[in-house]
């Protein structure tokens, strides 16, 4: 198989540049466990440092959801900072923030990065919102997102009463109608 | 072992892989990608789908599948890799234009048909462009990311997937079409 062999194809997973994705082992059907809040069902709460685009929150302030209680929130777990398919998905969060979600919107990003990946992931792409760092996919289990190694691509919207609002367990970065959904989404939680 | 790629291929392009895993820098620890981030099977029959063009008129490329090999490639006009990629688009074009139908479809995410037309306009990339605004093919094809190649041979079945700036697209139609 040439100096590429098995044991270095798979160091080569998630490679950004060249690689067959079914090479990968991509493709095979995979069950997924939903073990999530239904919509309805109360959001679970959570604290979790975080960054911005501004750099590093404090490490004594963490982003905690109930502080947030009364206020429409965006939770959107992603498998990993700077890859193309997470770079798709918050550039467009960031520069379709106001039809998508509109002034008064919390959204926050979740992945298992560090808040200083996330601080230089933020600053590349200019996002308006925090990302959070749950790196032992904690708080991503309690909403279903957890993958192997990485979160799965979710998003929930999270209403005033913190009840989960809607949510999306199959999240796709290029796909329109996602992204439609979810403004409609926020918007009927925003009781627009 | 799956591979999306013939083996004998594969080893063709083993250097360059392992190459470009070393240099490039993107080498992330190894780790199974989420299911739904993992494209259309090798393998798999190539879902025929009408999708429109920059004009809103419906393409069925399902005219193309099983009858002459295909490639569709995933973009979008502020995808850099897809930028990366582009000559090699071009270049396989020249070699395989004439035996292979090729789909450039943007993917319709912040994106909007006037600014894909100044960009192919711009940039006359070797493709038929479509603008997938309902996502109609990237749910089919499973698209997980711009610049995601999916090449389906003459028996209307997907030989290849894969995704990035570096990707041989000539070494993959050769194949393909010396089939």
């Not at chain 1, 777990?77 to 700077?82: A, G, H, L, S």
């Not at chain 1, 918050?90 to 926050?108: C, K, W």
């Not at chain 1, 005033?160 to 926020?186: C, E, I, M, W």
Request: hydrophobic letters at 40%.
């Amino acid at each position: 198989m040439g100096p590429c062999t098995r044991s270095a194809i798979a160091a080569c997973t998630l490679l950004a540049a060249a690689v067959p994705l079914a090479a990968q082992g991509g493709g095979t059907p995979t069950a997924i466990v939903v073990s999530g809040p239904d919509v309805g069902r109360q959001a679970p709460d959570f604290t979790l440092p975080w960054a911005s685009k501004d750099g590093v929150g404090p490490a004594d302030a963490g982003y905690q959801l109930w502080r947030d209680r009364g206020k429409t929130v965006v939770i959107a777990f992603y498998p990993r900072d700077f890859t193309s398919g997470c770079t798709a998905e918050m550039r467009t969060f960031a520069e379709q923030y106001d039809s998508l979600f509109g002034p008064e919107v919390v959204v926050v990003g979740i992945s298992t990065d560090s808040v200083e990946t996330h601080a230089r992931f933020a600053s590349s792409l200019n996002l308006p919102f925090r990302l959070l760092s749950d790196p032992n996919q904690k708080v991503a289990a309690k909403y279903g997102s957890k993958g192997e190694g990485y979160a799965r691509r979710t998003v929930y919207v999270v209403g005033p009463k913190g009840d989960v609002t809607y949510r999306n367990l199959q999240f796709n970065s290029l796909d329109p109608k996602h992204y439609q959904d979810l403004a409609g989404a926020v918007r009927s939680a925003r009781g627009g | 072992m799956r591979v999306g790629f013939p083996l004998r291929n594969l080893r063709r392009l083993g250097n360059s892989v392992c190459v470009a895993a070393l240099t490039t820098g993107f080498l992330i620890r190894p780790a199974a990608l989420p299911a739904q981030e993992a494209g259309i099977a090798v393998g798999a029959r190539a879902p025929a789908v009408v999708v429109h063009d920059l004009d809103g008129n419906p393409v069925d490329i399902g005219r193309f599948i099983g009858k002459k090999p295909v490639l569709l490639e995933f973009w979008a006009t502020w995808c850099e890799r897809c930028e990366e990629l582009l000559p090699r688009v071009r270049a396989a074009h020249a070699e395989f234009g004439d035996r292979v139908e090729f789909f450039g479809v943007n993917v319709a995410v912040n994106q909007t048909p006037d600014r894909v037309k100044r960009w192919v306009a711009d940039n006359k990339p070797p493709f038929t462009t479509l603008y997938d605004d309902q996502g109609t093919s990237t749910r089919a094809y499973s698209a997980p990311t711009t610049s995601y190649v999916v090449v389906v041979d003459r028996a209307g079945k997907v030989a290849y997937t894969g995704t990035g700036g570096t990707q041989d697209i000539s070494a993959v139609l050769r194949a393909v079409t010396d089939r």
